[in-house]
């Protein structure tokens, strides 16, 4: 049973934003206007979100936030999707490290990020993939050497995300060869300036080039930028991770939002038939059913910390929204296909979030991957 009551603190809430988004609306990016300007443009609106404490509700008051819940976070971002805001550049701060560093980080790490992952002062990317691990993430092979108090890492990144713009990385790195495969990794913080690393764009299939090979030669990284303890490294990417699956999905699950109102905009203009209408009432029904379950797993997140389920709404989330980026071509026809140019609907916006779906299923780990958790972690199915 699904219990979606909102407590009277998160009604209110949802009212002072939705009074502020009627005076402060959303800036439109244009479509196709490029990754830069995503990401300035939304960065400058995170910051001002951040200064009436709109962003991370759910970090407590000394950093910026309110000291709220998680739900009530959701209860920011719906307001957000319905006001059709872009999505928040600091995404890997608000989801990923920042609720990492809440749980494992000192004070001082606490003191250096919180507040600035907030305004979105500082970018974070996510170094965990390398070319020999993505799936098998513990077999990763980037070591990192202590020095005179310093860590060495060496090693290879792939697929980092929006790591051109980052100020910092969260990475996880081998300290110990030695030790079992998960026992010998830290999770470090690594300033992106450091002398030795070196960022390669990669192409995606949208023309973008949103994510990167980082490679890094002897890059000094001081002792107190570890998280945890040296050998810790595991359990907090996994924590890292399990954040990821539920509290960054829901993020993106406005994005399925966002699409589906404006398919309704394009099945108004083109009188849509009754099969059009059906298949879209489906969608809808599962993006609402995506919706309810991510909410009924953010209701237990004051009592503890994410776990498996999150494997569901990542899963249900990224196929929902690739099937209903599917749905708007068919409607577009032709058109579809068009990326840009003044034939290209809205600017190629319905092409190129199709083409941007298709990697929703592999971030963040694949759907294979989601299916074995849920089946040997949730349902206790014997392992292969
Ligand atoms: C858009 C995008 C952004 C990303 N951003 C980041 C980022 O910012 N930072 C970061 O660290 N990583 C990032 N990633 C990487 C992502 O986490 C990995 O791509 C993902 O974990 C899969 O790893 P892989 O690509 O090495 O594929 P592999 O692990 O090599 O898998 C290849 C295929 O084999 C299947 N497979 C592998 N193992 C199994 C198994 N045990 N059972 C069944 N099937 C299996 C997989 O499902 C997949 O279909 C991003 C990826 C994408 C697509």
Redesign the pocket.
């Known amino acids: 049973m699904i219990e979606l009551q909102l407590t009277d603190r998160a009604e209110k809430l949802r009212i002072e934003i939705a009074r502020f988004l009627a005076s402060h609306p959303p800036p439109i990016i244009p479509p196709r206007a490029g990754l830069t300007a995503f990401v300035d443009i939304s960065r400058e609106w995170q910051r001002r979100l951040a200064a009436e404490r709109f962003v991370g509700v759910h970090f407590p008051h000394e950093f910026g936030g309110r000291g709220y819940s998680i739900l009530e976070e959701a209860v920011i971002q719906e307001e957000l999707a319905r006001q059709r805001s872009p999505q928040l550049v600091g995404l890997?701060g608000l989801t990923m490290v920042g609720p990492v560093l809440l749980k494992h980080g000192s004070d001082e790490q606490k003191r250096a990020y919180l507040s600035r992952i907030l305004s979105a002062e500082d970018l974070w990317?996510?170094?965990?993939?390398e070319?020999e691990?993505?799936?098998?993430?513990a077999s990763l092979r980037t070591t990192a050497e202590l020095q005179q108090g310093k860590w060495s890492v060496s090693g290879q990144?792939?697929?980092?995300?929006?790591?051109q713009y980052a100020r910092y990385c969260f990475m996880l790195v081998r300290t110990d060869p030695q030790a079992a495969r998960h026992r010998g990794l830290t999770y470090m913080l690594v300033d992106m300036s450091t002398p030795g690393i070196t960022i390669r764009p990669l192409k995606?299939i949208t023309g973008e080039e949103?994510?990167n090979e980082l490679f890094l030669d002897s890059v000094s990284v001081p002792e107190e930028q570890v998280v945890g303890k040296p050998g810790d490294g595991w359990e907090i990417a996994i924590s890292t991770l399990m954040f990821e699956r539920v509290v960054l999905t829901f993020a993106r699950h406005l994005q399925s939002e966002q699409a589906l109102s404006e398919i309704a905009d394009l099945l108004r203009e083109r009188s849509a038939g009754e099969k059009e209408q059906e298949i879209f009432g489906r969608l809808i029904a599962r993006s609402m059913a995506v919706r309810a379950l991510a909410l009924s797993h953010l209701v237990n997140y004051s009592e503890k910390p994410p776990g498996p389920e999150g494997s569901l709404d990542k899963l249900s989330w990224s196929e929902t929204f690739q099937e209903i980026c599917r749905f708007a071509l068919q409607l577009l026809g032709p058109r579809a296909g068009i990326l840009s140019g003044s034939s290209a609907h809205l600017g190629g916006e319905f092409a190129h979030r199709y083409l941007y779906s298709r990697?929703?299923t592999?971030?963040?780990?694949?759907?294979?991957?989601q299916r074995?958790i849920i089946a040997e972690r949730i349902l206790g199915l014997p392992r292969k």
Not at 362 to 369: F, K, L, R
């Open positions: 890997f990317c996510q170094g965990f993939s070319p691990a993505g799936s098998d993430l990144k792939v697929w980092t995300s929006f790591a995606q949103e994510f990697g929703r592999i971030a963040a780990g694949t759907s294979e991957i074995s």
